[in-house]
């Protein structure tokens, strides 16, 4: 697959040949053209005994901002994750609550081929760290039209082969389009190498042959570990198109000038929060708020106005990580440290939803403290938790502080959750993703001493949990005695 979005604004053109039928494959573009895309995400991971899952929303929008006379097009894309719940109002027009953006500036000439607008550079499969955008898929134009059961394969520098084959034509909500295969995969797929990380894409994607773009996109991504080739992770997207408009005049220009602005906003917010020295972050990320709060109340009403707002709160809140974490790595996006077992643990925030009040890694010090980050949907994630309650029961452990971290609960589901999973535990509200603890999916156990040392932080749910939690909180009494006798011991010297 070439992972490139703007499959969503390039477009098929589907013909019949005398003889039968037969398809072109030609990109199209249209200045103020945009399409909308509307799907879900899925992650999971196994291996070891071990599984999660994560589950979101995404909503892509692509367009056309500039074309040359050479016809090569100037295309503005943003993908939004959103959260999975649907009774969670979430507008179009609105990026305010996303849980992660990302804008993305693309050129694409008149063959079909997608660069980086900036750096040339041609676009990497869906594994690279780009991941989080969603640049979907393009068709490049194929040799010759193809019929059902044709197939041909484009080459692109450093990157394995893609691979397409016609399926035929097929029907998407009542829309008749012409389904395509797509496949691409490292060279050491069916042979894994243990140095090298091993991935896999395989995708279906749908031409609407009235409209003369892509309708539906069906990916799945699959990844192995280069350390361990027994875990492994998949994400499958699945999108349909929901939009296709063409703006004119002024409200194009408020729509391409507002994507600008806020695309350059990013570029400094990324600049900022890369940023390893904690003074030099400070004052970049208050100089990125200072310059972009009075864009924000200038840009005009679109969507992009509410991703610029997104990203000053994503500044404040940054800001706000550096003066709690005191002596604490502060938390980022690019560039952070990673938890790592047996050293000291990163700094974290959840919030108490019956106190209200916030729950941090400076807070707890001295007392041992087990997180399970959940999902209350999940059937995976009872089952850790009703582990960590188990294992928080057994033997002299019941001192310590357990905490279940929801990316988000209401009162009604707290009570179906405790219903399900009794016992002695606190219920917060926190980042389930993007922290030092490497927490991309639900569930997800964590457990620090009480000399704030991370001893677990494990990834999913497996039978094994129950038996490292209760090794590594029997281990807590013994360290607490022993500290105790090292404090008498220096206040008789």
């Known amino acids: ?102 804008l993305d500036l693309l050129q694409v000439d008149d063959k079909g081929n997608v660069r980086w607008f900036e750096d040339k550079a041609e676009l990497a499969p869906p594994t690279s760290e780009k991941m989080v955008s969603e640049l979907g898929f393009f068709i490049e134009p194929a040799p010759k039209p193809l019929k059902i059961n044709d197939h041909w394969v484009v080459r692109r520098g450093g990157q394995p082969p893609i691979r397409f ?29 243990i140095s090298l990380p091993a991935w896999k894409i395989d995708e279906m994607v749908w031409y609407d042959d009235k409209s003369h773009s892509i309708f539906k996109v069906d990916r799945t991504v699959e990844t192995r570990d280069p350390a361990s080739p027994e875990i492994a992770y998949s994400r499958q997207v699945t999108y349909e198109q929901v939009s296709n408009v063409k703006y004119h005049g002024t409200v194009f220009q408020n729509q391409s000038t507002d994507f600008m602005n806020a695309y350059a906003a990013q570029k400094s917010l990324e600049k900022a929060l890369a940023t390893q020295d904690e003074v030099s972050r400070t004052k970049l990320l208050k100089s990125f708020r200072r310059e972009n709060e009075p864009n924000l109340r200038t840009m005009h009403t679109t969507m992009y106005r509410s991703a610029l707002d997104r990203m000053l709160r994503t500044a404040d809140a940054a800001e706000k990580f550096v003066a709690e974490a005191d002596d604490e790595p502060a938390p980022s996006l690019i560039g952070r440290r990673d938890a790592v077992v047996g050293d000291r643990a990163p700094h974290f925030v959840v919030r108490s939803t019956k106190t209200g009040q916030k729950i941090s890694k400076n807070t707890i010090k001295g007392e041992p403290t087990v997180m399970v980050f959940i999902d209350p949907a999940s059937e995976l994630s009872l089952d850790a938790l009703r582990t960590a309650v188990k294992a928080k029961m057994s033997g002299e452990n019941s001192s310590v502080k357990l905490l279940a971290v929801c990316t988000k609960i209401d009162e009604q589901e707290e009570k179906d959750l405790r219903a399900q999973v ?21 569930p997800h156990v964590v457990y620090i001493d009480h000399a704030g040392v991370l001893r677990l932080n494990q990834k999913g749910f497996g039978p094994e949990l129950y038996a490292s939690l209760k090794k590594d909180l029997s281990a807590m009494p013994a360290a607490n005695i022993a500290d105790e006798k090292n404090k008498s011991r220096s206040y008789r010297r």
């Open 422 to 442: 009794p016992g002695d535990y606190e219920v917060c509200t926190g980042a389930g993703s993007d922290g030092a603890y490497g927490i991309t999916g639900m």
């Open 1 to 102: 697959m070439t992972g490139i979005v703007v499959t969503l604004i390039v477009t098929a053109s589907l013909s019949a040949s005398p003889g039968g039928s037969a398809w072109t494959v030609r990109p199209e573009f249209q200045i103020g053209q945009e399409l909308v895309f509307e799907g879900k995400i899925r992650d999971t991971y196994k291996g070891q005994g071990v599984s999660s899952e994560s589950d979101r929303r995404i909503l892509v929008r692509v367009l056309t901002l500039e074309k040359s006379a050479s016809q090569t097009a100037k295309v503005a894309c943003s993908t939004a994750h959103l959260d999975s719940d649907t009774t969670v109002a979430t507008k179009l027009n609105s990026l305010t609550d996303a849980l992660a953006l990302r």
């Open 165 to 193: 084959t016609v399926i035929g034509p097929d029907t998407v909500t009542q829309v008749k389009c012409v389904q395509l295969h797509v496949e691409q995969e490292s060279q050491n797929w069916a042979n894994a190498e």
